[in-house]
Nanobody
């Protein structure tokens, strides 16, 4: 059984930083593409960052480019999302997801396994 468990969310002031973790079990995260999504109240879930299985392909959404960094520690079977210079508009529930693909996909439907989500709240 595959499980993804996010942690690291919380309340932070604008300009602050958080690092989200996504610990996987039942699947080797380094063998598949991984994505971080977020969903704010009343909005659709959006892809903010993704990394290919090899790590050579990385995507960032325009709203987070230059501020967020996606990474993965294959030895710990854990993915990370480092979030710097946080803004109130980054407030959302953040989800990690693992796709049944090697390469990055923007299609939410190909991400087969999802974590439960972690709340990130950025105060102004």
């Amino acid at each position: 059984q595959v499980q993804l468990v996010e942690s690291g969310g919380g309340l932070v002031q604008a300009g602050g930083s958080l690092r989200l973790s996504c610990a996987a079990s039942g699947r080797t995260v380094g063998n598949y593409a991984m994505g971080w999504f977020r969903q704010a109240p009343g909005k659709e879930r959006e892809l903010v960052a993704a990394i290919s299985a090899s790590g050579s392909g990385i995507f960032y959404g325009n709203s987070v480019k230059g501020r967020f960094t996606i990474s993965r520690d294959n030895a710990k079977n854990t993915g990370y999302l480092q979030m710097n210079s946080l803004k109130p508009e980054d407030t959302a529930v953040y989800y990690c997801a693992s796709a049944d693909l090697l390469g990055i996909s923007f299609d939410r439907g190909v991400y087969k396994y999802w974590g439960q989500g972690t709340q990130v709240t950025v105060s102004s």
